[in-house]
């Protein structure tokens, strides 16, 4: 079975865009392609000019460690690490300086400057993948991939973390590209591209809720080769 098929794309510096489609239609294989996790079995997949298809694992892991940031819909946050260790882990990992100040500039961006010391199972769902986000903005990664980050979230919670990740792109320049189900989180972005059978199936600029849903509804009709 092919997840994706013949998917040429590109996607420019300093926007946001959501990939939606049905179930099945290669979103989150798109989205771990893109950022490294796997492999394609064929094409080339560069990030800010670099080429993750050509090198070792060892060199793709530092490269994903300096310039892509990570935002998931479980927040994969380590229960026995408080907010501000969670947050600064891929500095860590990275062998990077941890610079406590930025730390606890992001954090009070994201509205945690008073959680610093909290553990994840005394946070909200919104709080936790707030959490998550400034761990992604604290490594001042040149791209974000979310893969359904508002999914496991009440309406307003879901409003906030979307207004961060617009934050992230129109005022500290990154790249984000959001997987969702949601044309209201849709909406937030700049641009949607769908998905269909894992084909590209179209494109949307500016995009509202009412248009997002009627594409939706409308996806598969007539699957193009290309946007």
């Known amino acids: 079975m092919t997840a994706l098929d013949g998917v040429t794309l590109g ?7 959501a990939v ?3 179930s099945g239609s290669g979103k989150s294989t798109l989205l771990q392609c893109a950022a490294g996790l796997d492999r394609p079995d064929s094409g ?9 298809t050509g090198g070792g694992e060892a060199e793709l892991t530092r490269f994903r460690r300096g310039r892509i940031g990570f935002v998931f819909q479980q ?3 380590l229960d026995t690490l408080t907010v501000a260790q969670n947050t600064v882990l891929p500095l860590k ?3 990077r300086r941890v610079d406590r100040r930025r730390v606890r500039d992001v954090l009070t ?3 945690l400057g008073d959680r610093l010391g909290h553990r994840p199972d005394q946070l909200s769902g919104g709080q936790r993948q707030r959490v998550a986000i400034a761990r992604a903005l604290v ?6 991939f979310a893969d359904e980050p508002t999914g496991a979230l009440d ?9 961060l990740l617009q934050d992230a792109v129109r005022v500290h320049g990154r790249t984000v590209v959001m997987v969702t189900h949601d044309p209201v989180a849709a909406s937030y972005a700049d641009s949607v591209l769908f998905l269909a059978d894992g084909r590209l199936a179209g494109r949307m600029d500016a995009p509202t809720p009412d248009r997002v849903a009627e594409r939706l509804a409308h996806l598969g009709d007539d699957v193009p080769t290309g946007v």
């Open 155 to 163: 309406t307003r919670s879901a409003r906030g973390v979307l207004r």
């Open 44 to 52: 080339i997949v560069r990030v800010d000019g670099t080429e993750l």
């Open 109 to 111: 961006a994201v509205g």
């Open 139 to 144: 490594t001042e990664p040149r791209v974000i």
């Open 75 to 77: 927040y994969n946050l």
């Open 93 to 95: 990992l990275a062998g």
């Open 20 to 22: 939606m489609g049905p």
């Open 11 to 17: 996607l420019e510096r300093g926007t946001f865009t």
